[in-house]
């Protein structure tokens, strides 16, 4: 059984679909042909900068995404984005500074609305 996709539209207006757990970016357009790209490839992409917040506590900027770091044990941290309490699920780990996993995907209202905390 596979998930109905469901279209919607990211935090810059680019069109996206969700099918179940994974998301799309709409990648290209060439005639009528669309290619999607999972958004988790991005990671792959992007080089996490690791940086400090207004308040000093640690951050991972990700292109245009931020996370906060919750907890560490061992070598590993888990990160969750600083939109977690509006709504947004993503969430990644680290092991020597690198990102060994990625959890979720970014919700694209809590990122678009300011009104939801
Ligand atoms: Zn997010």
Not at 33 to 53: D, E, H
Not at 62 to 76: A, C
Not at 79 to 94: I, M
Request: a positive charge.
């Amino acid at each position: 059984m596979f998930p109905e996709p469901k279209f919607g539209l990211s935090q810059r207006g680019n069109l996206v679909v969700q099918i179940g757990e994974w998301r799309f970016n709409k990648h290209a357009c060439w005639g009528s042909k669309v290619r999607w790209t999972c958004i988790k490839k991005k990671y792959g992409y992007l080089n996490p900068v690791f940086a400090q917040s207004q308040r000093g506590n640690p951050v991972i900027m990700i292109g245009q995404y931020r996370f906060n770091r919750v907890n560490k044990y061992g070598s590993r941290t888990r990160w969750v984005c600083v939109k977690a309490k509006a709504g947004c699920r993503a969430s990644l780990h680290t092991m020597d500074n690198a990102i060994v996993r990625v959890w979720g995907f970014h919700d694209p209202l809590a990122h678009t609305s300011a009104n939801r905390f």
